[in-house]
């Protein structure tokens, strides 16, 4: 069945490591985005891919960093600059640039700093 | 940029009652969606809706996207505890590159 990957479910990171949070799809999706979920708040958008090998930040950028080398990869890295990274992590992929006919979220990752 | 408000931020009903939200928009939007999100898991479409004035049911939720294309409104009928999650509005207008605005979403508590 064809749809997107979330993994690990959850992670653990200790203060001042990086973590990489893995997004596969297998949709033949175009574009490829990433949110943050904060408890009890909306979606805010972290950085986002239309096509493979090109990317843009976001509303919440600072602190992480992505790649597109293939399409139906899109990972996420959660760096030491990131100082509030405990959150619940969703990628989404959509058939066309812009989601006209919705996104396809994964399941989450959810990050908790120890 | 473009902003969506949507209301109420949080519902606690009784099981069995009809709920209603809505989404507002402070620009027009040729695209409304509703998701769901259960609890530790990532939202699923609920309704897509593609033209104003359009009703579209799917079972006991029924979405309206807003004569004025600056609005859309989710009925869910005869509440049932697994109706319990948040519920997202989201809207896109169809400019090259422009993508899905998501509104802060609705979170339903259901009492049996």
């Known amino acids: 069945d064809g749809g997107i990957t979330q993994s690990p479910k959850y992670l653990f990171r200790k203060e001042g490591q990086n973590v990489t949070l893995s997004c596969e799809q297998n949709?033949?999706?175009?574009?490829m985005y990433w949110y943050r979920q904060d408890p009890g708040q909306g979606l805010r958008l972290i950085y986002y891919?239309?096509?493979?090998?090109?990317?843009q930040k976001g509303d919440i950028a600072e602190g992480y960093s992505v790649s597109r080398e293939k399409k139906e990869s899109f990972p996420l890295t959660v760096t030491s600059a990131q100082k509030n990274p405990t959150a619940f992590y969703l990628c989404?992929?959509?058939?066309?640039?812009?989601?006209?006919?919705?996104?396809?979220f994964g399941s989450g990752t959810r990050l908790t700093v120890v | 940029g473009q902003q969506l408000n949507q209301s109420p931020q949080s519902m606690f009903i009784q099981e069995g009652e009809d709920v209603s939200m809505n989404c507002t928009s402070s620009s027009i939007f040729n695209t409304w969606l509703w998701y769901k999100q259960d609890p530790g898991e990532g939202p699923v479409l609920l309704i897509a809706l593609y033209k104003a004035g359009e009703l579209t049911s799917n079972g006991r939720l029924t979405a309206q996207f807003g004569i004025t294309r600056k609005d859309s409104f989710l009925n869910i009928s005869a509440s049932i505890p697994s109706d319990v999650g948040i519920y997202f509005c989201?809207?896109?207008?169809?400019?090259?590159?422009?993508?899905?605005?998501f509104g802060g979403g609705t979170r339903l508590m259901v009492k049996p």
């Open positions: 949709l033949n999706h175009d574009a």
């Open positions: 989201a809207g896109r207008y169809n400019n090259a590159g422009n993508m899905l605005t």
């Open positions: 891919s239309q096509i493979v090998n090109d990317f």
């Open positions: 989404a992929s959509s058939m066309e640039a812009g989601g006209r006919y919705g996104y396809t």
